[in-house]
């Protein structure tokens, strides 16, 4: 399985509206940790816990550990959003985990190089770009260095961040069930079914999520070439 280091670099036009916008797609880098962080706060807000935000070790270690899994996006020059992924061994017989194990807490000191799968440790876009399909570009990005890598899949817990609006009259299950329906709109199952992502199964006590109950749904995108 060839899995050597390589530099991802994608340029390309995006519309708000009628208007073209230039957006590119590449490796994150040392110079963009202030700017990571930023984009995490602007993100996740409390309720969420502001410890599992990034800080500059985890940063540190995704651009030497694995960079071809720290990847984000410019938009008119300006950085709007990353999306980091870590290799892992991934069995489909034994889904459950937790977020804090298969990622290491976000710091992916546990990447392995002859892992079977490229897991998604995050996904953030600024809130005034998420119009324009940014966080769908990225996904679309790392199914290429999933293709690229020769691994399995792409996989990752989604949150389930409105879950806790329903949560005393309707089980997890029973949640996702009316997402897939057409029932109920989850900002985040919903975004990851319309990146081509399908559930593979709920887990529990996934992360500390008040939203989400710490409940997340685990959703794949299995290479097609393997």
Same mark, same amino acid.
């Given at each position: 399985?060839?899995?050597? &280091?390589?530099?991802?670099?994608?340029?390309?036009?995006?519309?708000?509206?009628? &208007?073209?916008?230039?957006?590119? %797609?590449?490796?994150?880098?040392?110079?963009?940790?202030?700017?990571?962080?930023?984009?995490?706060?602007?993100?996740?807000?409390?309720?969420?816990?502001?410890?599992?935000?990034?800080?500059?070790?985890?940063?540190? @270690?995704? $651009?030497?550990?694995?960079?071809?899994?720290?990847?984000?996006?410019?938009?008119?020059?300006?950085?709007?959003?990353?999306?980091?992924?870590?290799? $892992?061994?991934?069995?489909? &017989?034994?889904?459950?985990?937790?977020?804090?194990?298969?990622?290491?807490?976000?710091?992916?000191?546990?990447? /392995?190089?002859?892992?079977?799968?490229?897991?998604?440790?995050?996904?953030?876009?600024?809130?005034?770009?998420?119009?324009?399909?940014?966080?769908?570009? !990225?996904?679309?990005? !790392?199914?290429?260095?999933? %293709?690229?890598?020769?691994?399995?899949?792409? #996989?990752?817990?989604?949150? !389930?961040?409105?879950?806790?609006?329903?949560?005393?009259?309707?089980?997890?299950?029973?949640?996702? /069930?009316?997402?897939?329906?057409?029932?109920?709109?989850?900002?985040?199952?919903?975004?990851?079914?319309?990146?081509?992502?399908?559930?593979?199964? #709920?887990? /529990?006590?996934?992360?500390?999520?008040?939203?989400? %109950? @710490?409940?997340?749904?685990? !959703?794949?995108?299995?290479?097609?070439?393997?």
């Amino acid at each position: 399985m060839s899995k050597e &280091k390589m530099a991802y670099l994608s340029e390309f036009y995006t519309f708000d509206q009628e &208007k073209p916008i230039p957006v590119v %797609i590449r490796n994150y880098t040392h110079a963009d940790f202030d700017e990571l962080i930023e984009i995490q706060a602007e993100c996740f807000p409390p309720p969420f816990p502001s410890e599992l935000w990034w800080n500059k070790e985890q940063l540190h @270690n995704h $651009v030497t550990l694995f960079p071809e899994g720290a990847l984000c996006i410019e938009v008119n020059g300006q950085l709007a959003g990353s999306l980091t992924g870590v290799c $892992v061994q991934f069995d489909s &017989k034994h889904p459950s985990h937790k977020w804090e194990e298969i990622t290491d807490g976000g710091y992916i000191r546990n990447h /392995d190089s002859q892992g079977n799968s490229l897991y998604i440790v995050d996904i953030s876009v600024r809130p005034k770009y998420r119009k324009l399909g940014l966080g769908k570009m !990225m996904m679309q990005a !790392m199914y290429q260095v999933v %293709i690229q890598l020769n691994l399995e899949r792409l #996989i990752g817990g989604g949150r !389930m961040p409105r879950y806790h609006k329903v949560a005393e009259s309707m089980s997890p299950d029973k949640y996702l /069930d009316a997402v897939l329906k057409g029932e109920l709109r989850d900002p985040v199952i919903s975004f990851l079914l319309s990146c081509g992502r399908t559930p593979v199964t #709920i887990i /529990d006590n996934y992360l500390d999520d008040e939203e989400s %109950i @710490n409940h997340a749904v685990l !959703m794949e995108w299995k290479n097609p070439f393997k």
